[in-house]
Nanobody, 126 residues
Framework: QVQLVESGGGSVQAGGSLRLSCAISRRSPTNYVVGWFRRPPGEERELVATIKSGDNTYYADSVKGRFIISRDNAKNMVNLQMNSLKPEDTAVYYC????????????????????WGKGTSVTVSS
């Protein structure tokens, strides 16, 4: 079983930065698609960003230009650098992965990846 563990969540003032990390079990193939999702309070889960082999990345319009997703294959980790944070970014953030890389990143807007972490909370205050 593929296991994922998120870290780096916390509280930050608007305009600040936060870096989330997703540690993936060494049994995870490096060609998995890995995504960050978030669930704002009282709202549905939404896709934030994905990264595939070859560092092909996708970002939701709401975070484009502010967030950067990257992978460190040697450490088997995927990071989400979040800059210029807004109160609207407040949510529980989840790391997820799937072995199906045949679809475009937008496929994961309304489909569920196979492996999920437990989430890490991010609170942005104004």
């Amino acid at each position: 079983q593929v296991q994922l563990v998120e870290s780096g969540g916390g509280s930050v003032q608007a305009g600040g930065s936060l870096r989330l990390s997703c540690a993936i079990s060494r049994r995870s193939p490096t060609n998995y698609v890995v995504g960050w999702f978030r669930r704002p309070p009282g709202e549905e889960r939404e896709l934030v960003a994905t990264i595939k082999s070859g560092d092909n990345t996708y970002y939701a319009d709401s975070v484009k230009g502010r967030f950067i997703i990257s992978r460190d294959n040697a450490k088997n980790m995927v990071n989400l650098q979040m800059n210029s944070l807004k109160p609207e970014d407040t949510a529980v953030y989840y790391c997820a992965a799937d072995s199906n890389t045949l679809y475009s990143s937008e496929f994961w807007k309304n489909h569920v990846m196979n492996y999920w972490g437990k989430g890490t909370s991010v609170t942005v205050s104004s």
